[in-house]
């Protein structure tokens, strides 16, 4: 393996950005010269911890980024930069247990241990604005059902293109983009490829839409739900588990129900077991709970669950199995950390298959006219209900480990109470006159 600065001068290099994920999503970095680049690799670029969303305090020690040279990859848009994903340690060199990609790292272990190899494949959406409002930045984009709408679509032909090929030319294995069911919102998708994989371009992605989109004029958000009357921007996982060669999709038996295997039936039970504390994880902010759970929108429909259920080809439950050998997780929203999703869904997953859970039988109804209700759990209705959930998993405590999940409630907990210090006009329309 040649160094990460033979790298640098075999494809003309210049800077390193040596970046992790904290708890709240946010990418932070240093921008480290080439020269200096295999010096910071094997000691770990310096962090405050208390600086990012760690649960740090200013007291603490310096946290290291060491980052991992399996994940470097030449911005497509800017090739004198490379991003390198980053594991934190403490100045003991031990990894540090509560940021998000050793929380993986642990449960992608875990899986392993029992002879399984999980694979993911992530459904970004999002919504292009103006970069000086909150507004969708075209005004042309008015269908009241905008899904798949060619000239919406083509309008925005430079930016998404340019993305595209990105993709293409990093060996993503990109297949189709459109436009989605809110005005101004898109969809790009990739191929799966093993969790750690899709973690790490899950969050280069949405780097990389961010970036370019600024070289449109546009701003980009993942935000779960900006506009109150619009579809939401989902953040679909699809999962299926394999053996750890990579031989075999264990998931996949042409004689189960709908091409599903028992294995997979018992991860989903496990999942379905977990779902409330799982939306801590897959629907992270104070904004998420206006997604899911939420009133119809203009297009006629959420597409986002209101139920715990799971379905075959029917996009109204919280689990839909389109195909062969998988199944999607439809609950996550565009702020769910790229690395503590798959963390988490795994661990309930993984709880399920270790108890052999029976998931019980599939709701074929629309959920969104007909919620079965009394047949299945509803969903947590804010964040603060989502966080008790959590509190309350062992399964997920054990799995991601105690240091993360008391780090993780902390902080949002703290977020709650910050959002809930605000008086909303809402507020004030309907209790003025009290
Ligand atoms: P849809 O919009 O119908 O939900 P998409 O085509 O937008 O589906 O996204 C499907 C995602 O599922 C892609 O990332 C794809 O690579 C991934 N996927 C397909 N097969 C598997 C599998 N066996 N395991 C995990 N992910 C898969
Ligand atoms: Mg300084
Ligand atoms: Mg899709
Ligand atoms: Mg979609
Ligand atoms: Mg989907």
Redesign the pocket.
Known sequence: MPTLSQIAQEREIRYFLISFTDLFGVQRSKLVPAASIDRMAADGAGFAGFAAWLDLTPADPDILAVPDPQSLIQLPWQPDVAWLAADLHDIQSEPLAQSPRVVLKRVVQQAAELGYRV?????CEYFLLSTDSTQIADGRDRQSKPCYDQQSLMRRYDVIREICDAMLSLGWGAY?NDHEDGNGQF?M????ADALITADRHAFFKYMVKSIAERHGLRATFMPKPFAELTGNGC?T???VWDTADTE?L?ADPQGELGLSQLGYQFIAGVLNSVEALCAIANPTVNSYKRINAPVTASGATWSPNTASYSGNNRTHTIRI??I??F?FRLPDGAANPYLLPAALMAAGLDGIANKSDPGVRQDNNSYTHPPIGLVKTLPGNLLDALRCLKASDVLTHSLGEPFVTAYLNLKHQEWQRANANVTPWELETTLDC
């Open positions: 694979k993911t494949g992530v459904e189709q969809e998708n990739w191929m799966y679909h699809h999962i299926s999709n998931f389109p195909d050998g998988r999607e």
